[in-house]
């Protein structure tokens, strides 16, 4: 019907050093291996550039996979994110710090490439 469309289970996101501490400082994913929304939310203390979170796919690929991620919200787009790619899934990092108590939200898409 024109449509490309993502079924099965959830990938883990657990969140980064980078997110900082405090209450507020928050990790999630809803959405598949293929596609889906991450969502994570500074702390209020110890803020810094690097790690963001992690996702880990409910099923590795079984060969290189090709994954973007796209700003969702405004904050996302003040930040410079990149990813690194692992056998399990990717890392979503930050050049910048994150600002106190705000909400970043990226959209993902990851594509398989055969072995």
């Given at each position: 019907?024109?449509?490309?469309?993502?079924?099965?289970?959830?990938?883990?996101?657990?969140?980064?050093?980078?997110?900082?501490?405090?209450?507020?400082?928050?990790?999630?994913?809803?959405?598949?291996?293929?596609?889906?929304?991450?969502?994570?939310?500074?702390?209020?203390?110890d803020?810094?550039?690097?790690?963001?979170?992690?996702?880990?796919?409910?099923?590795?690929?079984?060969?290189?996979?090709?994954?973007?991620?796209?700003?969702?919200?405004?904050?996302?787009?003040?930040?410079?994110?990149?990813?690194?790619?692992?056998?399990?899934?990717?890392?979503?990092?930050?050049?910048?710090?994150?600002?106190?108590?705000?909400t970043?939200?990226?959209?993902?898409?990851?594509q398989?490439?055969?072995?």
């Amino acid at each position: 019907a024109g449509h490309s469309m993502s079924k099965g289970a959830t990938p883990t996101f657990s969140k980064g050093q980078a997110l900082g501490a405090g209450t507020s400082a928050a990790a999630t994913i809803d959405g598949t291996d293929t596609a889906g929304t991450i969502n994570v939310t500074a702390g209020s203390t110890d803020l810094a550039n690097g790690v963001l979170g992690t996702v880990t796919f409910a099923k590795a690929y079984e060969g290189d996979h090709k994954t973007i991620v796209s700003a969702r919200n405004e904050h996302a787009a003040q930040i410079r994110v990149y990813i690194v790619k692992t056998d399990t899934g990717f890392e979503v990092r930050s050049l910048d710090a994150l600002s106190p108590d705000t909400t970043y939200s990226f959209d993902y898409i990851v594509q398989g490439i055969a072995p």
